[in-house]
């Protein structure tokens, strides 16, 4: 029985060490472009059942309630929160925050497609519109050399002003990429998700449409991370890890008692 005991709060004891793991992630990443938070679910192990519920405790009579013995707690997965962050104006021309839901959608080294909601892009040596690795946004926008300013519409459309014009010219597209389950996207690094098939496919549109959101030129999100909100999950999860760990002494002390005693 002491054994058993000691393997549940070993459980327990891991179980929290992921939480503080997500929770440490979530804070190193607290001023981090367009991050979305992790939060850690767990679920029971196996239950042993030493006596059924209903079962016959007498020719006569049936338990009630039976008896259950708990095996510990496991790790269920990880869930990212997709909860906007908040837009912060930065003054740059190639900055671009979504507002609502959605994706931009960028190249990656391969040819393979990331999704990302980090819009700190820039112009490449080519024109290109890229992101800060120097991937590019997706479907393609070349500025053209000598343009005195670049504007980006609330719908994605890409317009520049050339030298000794009046009217601004169109020049591209900045569309928006929506899943039907964006928490099922695999988070790769960099501030890139890949499509995984648990995020169903991505439907590509302008913005503001179908339920996309739409372009805030000159502006980046934020993190959702809530600095207070994490502290004090921090703290919960310090003394759960405390408790689990008391009882593996106090488990300890009774097998230790049973061996000089008994």
Known sequence: MGSAALHIARTGLDAQDTRMRVISNNLANVNTTAFKKDRASFQTLAYQVVTAPGAASTAETKYATGLNLGTGVRTQGTQRIETQGSLQTTGNGLDMAIDGNGFFQIQLPGGSLGYTRAGNFSRSAEGQLVTSEGYQVMP?????????????????????????????TQIGQVQIASFPNPAGLQAVGDNY??????????????????????????????????????????????????????????????????????
């Open 140 to 168: 393609g926008v070349t500025i053209p050399e000598g343009a005195i300013s670049v504007t980006v519409g609330s719908d994605g459309t890409v317009s520049a002003q050339m030298p000794n014009q009046t009217d601004l």
């Open 193 to 262: 998700l890949i499509e995984t098939p648990a995020s169903g496919a991505v439907a590509l549109g302008n913005a503001g449409v179908d339920g996309r959101g739409t372009i805030r030129q000159g502006m980046l999100e934020g993190s959702n991370v809530n600095v207070v909100e994490e502290l004090v999950d921090m703290i919960e999860t310090q003394r759960a890890y405390e408790v689990n760990s008391k009882m593996i002494s106090a488990t300890d002390e009774m097998l230790k008692y049973v061996n000089q005693n008994i």
